[in-house]
């Protein structure tokens, strides 16, 4: 006789109510690649989504006023020869996004405020200095024109996209697939966290791992860091049952 183990959970029963038609996007081919991420990105003007497209990547981007169902016929940004991986606003221009893609580069957009007629096919600018697929991006909070890339050769660069130069290069500090890069809200330092299960602290002014943590989860599924604006570090991942689990962090006395 077997019984039935059922996992106890305060939510089992709490259920969500969906959203209306007048405040949601419906028809949106969202893309089936298999990376972590959010695939989406949102800033107090538009919308950005990665999309299913035919013969390389694309994203989709809608102001945030054009609810309802998205024509199958409205203009996408395209330019990469592989699917789009990531794509990040600019903090400090609501009409800047960039896309990072499987196909090595790095690319930066103008999107326009008005509805484009056709696709959206040139970038301001191509970045190229990955040897592999790029997967992460993000903006550096405080200074205009710095990107941050990080790539399936586990290097992570920085650039400056005004010049498209590559500021400073990270290409020893980590040994396998890198999961997370997030800046602190000043931009000083950098948390990483890696395959080989190790949460990092980076100053990238010094080019050097300032503080790092082994296990900050034990189990083996992708892990997650992000500052918090006190200065924390929270984390999600897993246990070694695969349940998961968050953590707060001081970089100070608990990373060493």
């Known amino acids: ?56 990547g694309a994203f989709i981007v809608l102001p945030l006023a054009k609810t309802g169902r998205v024509d199958k016929n409205y203009p996408l940004v395209t330019g990469h020869t592989a699917p789009v991986l990531d794509i990040d606003w600019c903090p400090h221009n609501d009409n800047v996004i960039a896309s ?39 903006w550096h909070p405080t200074a205009r024109n710095v990107l941050l890339s990080a790539g399936g050769d586990n290097v992570i660069i920085i650039w400056n996209v005004g010049t498209g130069e590559v500021l400073l290069s990270l290409d020893d500090m980590h040994p396998d697939v890198i999961h997370s890069v997030c800046w602190n809200s000043n931009g000083s330092l950098l948390a990483t966290t890696c395959k080989d299960k190790t949460l990092r602290i980076i100053d990238p002014r ?41 953590g707060l962090w001081d970089p100070g006395s608990e990373i060493k």
């Open 100 to 138: 990072a893609s499987d196909d090595t580069t790095v690319m930066v957009w103008q999107i326009p405020d008005y509805t484009p007629m056709r696709n959206i096919t040139e970038p301001i600018i191509t970045l190229e200095g990955h040897s592999k697929r790029v997967g992460i991006l993000c």
């Open 206 to 246: 010094k080019g050097q791992v300032v503080a790092e943590r082994f296990a900050a989860h034990e189990g083996m599924r992708p892990m997650r860091a992000v500052f918090t604006r006190q200065g924390h570090i929270f984390t999600t991942g897993f246990t070694r049952m695969s349940q998961r689990e968050l």
């Open 1 to 56: 006789m077997s019984r039935r183990v059922v996992r106890q959970s305060k939510f089992r029963h709490v259920f969500g109510q969906a959203a209306k038609a007048d405040q949601s996007y419906e028809d949106i081919r969202v893309s089936k690649v298999t990376w972590d991420s959010s695939f989406c990105a949102v800033n107090p003007k538009f919308l950005a989504i990665i999309v299913e497209a035919g013969g390389g």
